[in-house]
Nanobody, 123 residues
Framework: QVQLVESGGGLVQTGGSLRLSCAASGTIFVINDMRWYRQAPGKQRELVARINSGGSTNYADFVKGRFTISRDNAKGTVWMQMNSLKPEDTAVYYC?????????????????WGQGTLVTVSS
C-alpha cells in the first residue's frame, strides 16, 4: 500500500510563511513527478507546483517568486516553502505523485494523492 502524508499546514497572517511536507511510504520502486495542488471551498482544484525526479520545477503564475518546491529522492519526500502568503492562498493543499510500486521493474504505475493539509491565511 503506497501512501502520501502531508503536514505543515496551519494558520498564518498575511505576509507570513509556512513549509509543507509530504512523505511517501509503502512498497516503492521509484517516484517520478511530485506535485502540490490546492483547492478552496467551492472552487476547482488547481496545480500549484511540480518537480520531476531530476529536480526540474514548474510553478503556477500566482505563486511564482513566493513558493519553492524541493524533494529528497532518497527519503521519498517533497516539501514546499511558502512565503509572502496572501488570503487568497487559503485552501486545502494536496500532495500528488506518480509512483512505480513494487520491488522490481516493471511494476505498478500509480498516481497517488495525500489527504490534504489546510492552510489558512488571515487578513
Amino acid at each position: 500500500q503506497v501512501q502520501l502524508v502531508e503536514s505543515g499546514g496551519g494558520l498564518v497572517q498575511t505576509g507570513g510563511s509556512l513549509r509543507l511536507s509530504c512523505a511517501a511510504s509503502g512498497t516503492i520502486f521509484v517516484i517520478n513527478d511530485m506535485r502540490w495542488y490546492r483547492q478552496a471551498p467551492g472552487k476547482q482544484r488547481e496545480l500549484v507546483a511540480r518537480i520531476n525526479s531530476g529536480g526540474s520545477t514548474n510553478y503556477a503564475d500566482f505563486v511564482k517568486g513566493r513558493f519553492t518546491i524541493s524533494r529528497d529522492n532518497a527519503k521519498g519526500t517533497v516539501w514546499m516553502q511558502m512565503n509572502s502568503l496572501k488570503p487568497e492562498d487559503t485552501a486545502v493543499y494536496y500532495c500528488n505523485a506518480d509512483i512505480v510500486s513494487g520491488t522490481s521493474r516493471p511494476s505498478r504505475y500509480l498516481e497517488v494523492w495525500g489527504q490534504g493539509t489546510l492552510v489558512t491565511v488571515s487578513s
